[in-house]
């Protein structure tokens, strides 16, 4: 597994272990609980290993345009300044819909790992440094930016579900 996605997979494992019902339900007036996070985060991955398991499925080179002046400064406040501004609405389709804390948590290693074969295979097709699909927001990245992105997206989540685990633990 590539290092960015290797190290979210151990924060993942880190942050839900010994993570109790009460746990993962837990969450602050009208914001996501823990197990919701989760299943956004597996939702975000199986979404983008389906994009690149499309695009590679086309035969041709990724479908991909030139960055808007917004995405691209998107792009360099997330993925080359680290930085996921707060409030931020999800696109619906990696929205959650009800799963369980462990099943969110299934889904999200599940997903993980697919998408990081996907991510290696288009990289390995097209090249590290072609954008091999568009994000919904940051426009086109290419197998690096989206190791990045996810990464910097989970890690900010993470955090978020660390602080509902110490507020009420």
């Not at 808007?68 to 619906?92: M, Y």
């Not at 990081?116 to 990289?123: E, H, L, P, Q, R």
Request: charge should be positive; glycine fraction near 10%.
């Amino acid at each position: 597994m590539d290092a960015w996605l290797d190290r979210l997979r151990k924060e993942i494992e880190e942050t839900t272990r010994g993570l109790r019902d009460s746990d993962w339900n837990r969450a602050p007036k009208e914001q996501w609980s823990s197990a919701q996070i989760l299943e956004h985060m597996g939702r975000s991955y199986g979404a983008t290993a389906k994009k690149l398991e499309l695009s590679m499925g086309v035969g041709g080179p990724p479908q991909v345009r030139a960055a808007k002046i917004p995405e691209f400064l998107k792009k360099l406040l997330v993925v080359n300044l680290g930085v996921l501004p707060e409030g931020a609405k999800s696109p619906d389709a990696v929205a959650p819909q009800g799963d369980s804390g462990p099943v969110a948590l299934a889904r999200a290693l599940r997903g993980l790992g697919r998408m990081d074969v996907a991510i290696t295979s288009a990289a390995e097709r097209w090249g590290s440094k072609t954008p091999v699909a568009m994000h919904p927001i940051l426009g086109p990245l290419n197998s690096g930016e989206w190791r990045k992105f996810h990464y910097i997206h989970g890690h900010h989540h993470l955090l978020q579900m660390r602080k509902r685990s110490k507020a009420e633990g």
